[in-house]
């Protein structure tokens, strides 16, 4: 099995910059993608940005697109997701998860592993 353990959440001005992190462990030695959801109060988990073992390729949502960046460190086995120019909207947990494929997919249910998430909160 693979844990998930996200951190780098915290509380931010809206413009301002956080990067979190997710270190993984378990059978690490695996090629698996990851990817990042978010889930808002009120709201379904949504797909944030994924990234394959490789980290030549890599998906974000709309919504993130030209201010988050996913990458990944496959020699301490974490991923991590940039955020800049954050927004009150970005507000919410933020979940790191596995995917057994090389390729990450872009709904939850094709992740198998999931972290305990990390909370983001933006003011304006």
């Known amino acids: 099995q693979v844990q998930l353990v996200e951190s780098g959440g915290g509380v931010v001005q809206a413009g301002g910059s956080l990067r979190l992190s997710c270190a993984a462990s378990g059978r690490t030695s695996r090629r698996y993608a990851m990817g990042w959801f978010r889930q808002a109060p009120g709201k379904e988990r949504e797909f944030v940005a994924g990234i394959s073992w490789s980290g030549g390729t890599t998906y974000s949502a709309d919504s993130v697109k030209g201010r988050f960046t996913i990458s990944r460190e496959n020699a301490n086995n974490t991923v991590y997701l940039g955020m800049n120019s954050l927004k009150p909207e970005d507000t919410a947990v933020y979940y790191c998860?596995?995917?057994?494929?090389?390729?990450?997919?872009?709904?939850?249910?094709?992740?198998?592993?999931w972290g305990q998430g990390t909370q983001v909160t933006v003011s304006s």
């Open positions: 998860a596995a995917d057994r494929r090389s390729i990450p997919g872009k709904i939850d249910i094709e992740y198998d592993y």
